[in-house]
């Protein structure tokens, strides 16, 4: 594996692996247990969105995991003009994002709620997603020579090799290039020949209730659990 670019909330990294192991690694995503306000208890809501549409918008506010938050009680209670936001929310466990818009309230008006959190998974419910991954193929372009300047400006990042009058462009980094170098030669009534690499390029973006890395690191693990489960049962049968 070799890291391609780290953030707060994204990960991208090159792996050699089949696609069929990546496929599952990814659907395995919505098996990564996090919590979310799964009930809410509504005593006031003087707002234009009816009870259901604020929970469901409630819902689906990221909080941030920790030992303690499956226990955690969530309350809002706002007597003013404007928009109401998740930072509004007030309790444990912590809101991830505190700008995220819920209602707005006319003068006079009030919106005030109790709510719990509960521990579940992305196959149950959106609500309980961590994020997601994605991935695609490493992939190398061969064309003429003439273009290797426009790709330098285009794709300045990107590693060109260069063998007599053609040039081959490694397309492994955060940018995807490859259609679009395509694109060009096309353009220009010239041929690009594209061949597919070994290496995946491999996202995963946090939604920030934990780490991106912790999400790729226990959807492997869940999937290596289930795996483990259904050779043992296999294995009895046989």
Request: proline share 3%; net charge neutral.
């Amino acid at each position: 594996m070799k890291l391609i670019e780290k953030t707060k909330d994204q990960i991208i990294f090159t792996a050699e692996m089949d696609e069929s192991i990546a496929n599952a690694i990814r659907r395995y995503v919505k098996q990564v247990p996090v919590i979310a306000i799964d009930e809410l208890e509504i005593s006031k809501n003087d707002s234009p969105l009816y009870d259901e549409t604020v929970a469901h918008r409630v819902g689906l506010i990221p909080l941030k995991m920790d030992k303690s938050a499956e226990k955690g009680k969530l309350k809002l209670s706002v007597k003013r003009e404007g928009t109401v936001y998740s930072g509004d929310i007030k309790g444990h466990p912590e809101i991830v994002y505190k700008e995220i818009p819920i209602t707005t309230l006319d003068k006079g008006q009030e919106l005030e709620f109790t709510a719990t959190v509960k521990l579940g998974k992305g196959a149950e419910h959106s609500k309980f997603s961590p994020g997601l991954m994605f991935y695609r193929n490493e992939t190398e372009i061969t064309m003429d020579k003439d273009f290797l300047e426009e790709i330098k400006k285009f794709a300045p990042e990107s590693e060109i090799k260069e063998k007599g009058s053609k040039i081959t462009v490694i397309d492994n980094k955060k940018k995807e290039v490859t259609d679009v170098i395509e694109g060009i030669a096309i353009k220009k009534k010239k041929r690009a020949e594209v061949t597919t690499g070994k290496e995946l390029i491999i996202t995963v973006e946090s939604f920030g209730q934990i780490e991106p890395k912790d999400i790729f690191n226990e959807s492997v693990d869940m999937l290596r659990k289930d795996l483990a489960s259904v050779e043992k049962i296999v294995g009895k049968e046989a």
